[in-house]
């Protein structure tokens, strides 16, 4: 799309529903993971498939692209996360830990040496990305872990779960710093802002939270207004 405009520009095809997508740093490329369990690369200016990764069995639910755009990470509902090397389209590496689980969410930490996994286990788990291997599993949630992202320092993580919170989490140790309540439904999403100082939670239950990352505390509440909403219609 044409942001400015509001003009579609290409239209890009998967075999079934695309899931998650996401450009590469320098913007050149996109990525887009679906329910036919491929991630297809994408030229972005000319709408030409460059790749298509094969290797889960099952929906692929997140994409994230490396910080220095080589690699390219996927989390699917077969319970793996593969990480994958851009120009040769090979995996590199399959990380295993969330057992039978559905991968629904992951992240890549702003240095590219982590990746965080947030999955139906109702677990989130910190991978090395050099070694594959797990550093840490974060413990609390009750329900499905549907987002993960790191603040843009990479020393906070947050996740969004089912079970009607947000957790912050210090990424060295492991602890959860702050519970955010305040949703009434699923959070499905969450993002900071650029400065790290606000964090956004999108909910089932039709709003969006804004909240203040230091104090832990809901600045605003924002909803959309229905067509009609309020209207008395005879």
Not at 11 to 23: G, K, M, Q, Y
Not at 115 to 122: A, R, T
Not at 141 to 163: E, K, N, R, Y
Not at 174 to 186: A, F, H, M, N, Q
């Amino acid at each position: 799309w044409n942001v400015n405009l509001g003009q579609c520009l290409k239209t890009l095809h998967h075999n079934n529903w695309p899931i998650a997508v996401d450009f590469s740093p320098n913007g050149q490329i996109l990525a887009s993971g679906s329910a036919d369990a491929m991630i297809k690369l994408w030229d972005v200016k000319s709408g030409y498939c460059l790749k298509i990764l094969q290797g889960h069995i099952d929906w692929v639910q997140s994409v994230a692209f490396s910080p220095d755009g080589q690699t390219l990470a996927s989390g699917s509902a077969d319970g793996t996360i593969k990480v994958w090397d851009i120009t040769t389209g090979k995996c590199l590496k399959t990380l295993e830990g969330h057992f039978n689980s559905w991968i629904k969410s992951i992240a890549i930490s702003p240095n590219g040496q982590m990746l965080v996994s947030g999955s139906e286990d109702h677990t989130a788990k910190l991978w090395d990305v050099e070694t594959g291997k797990c550093l840490k599993t974060l413990q609390g949630h009750t329900d499905w872990i549907c987002s993960v992202v790191f603040s843009p320092d990479g020393q906070t993580l947050a996740s969004g779960s089912g079970d009607e919170t947000v957790r912050l989490w210090d990424v060295s140790s492991g602890e959860c710093l702050k519970i955010l309540r305040g949703d009434t439904s699923w959070i499905w999403t969450v993002a900071f802002s650029p400065d790290g100082q606000i964090l956004a939670s999108g909910s089932q239950d039709e709003t969006i939270s804004l909240w203040d990352v230091k104090m832990g505390v809901c600045l605003k509440t924002l909803k959309a207004e229905k067509p009609y909403e309020g209207i008395n219609i005879t």
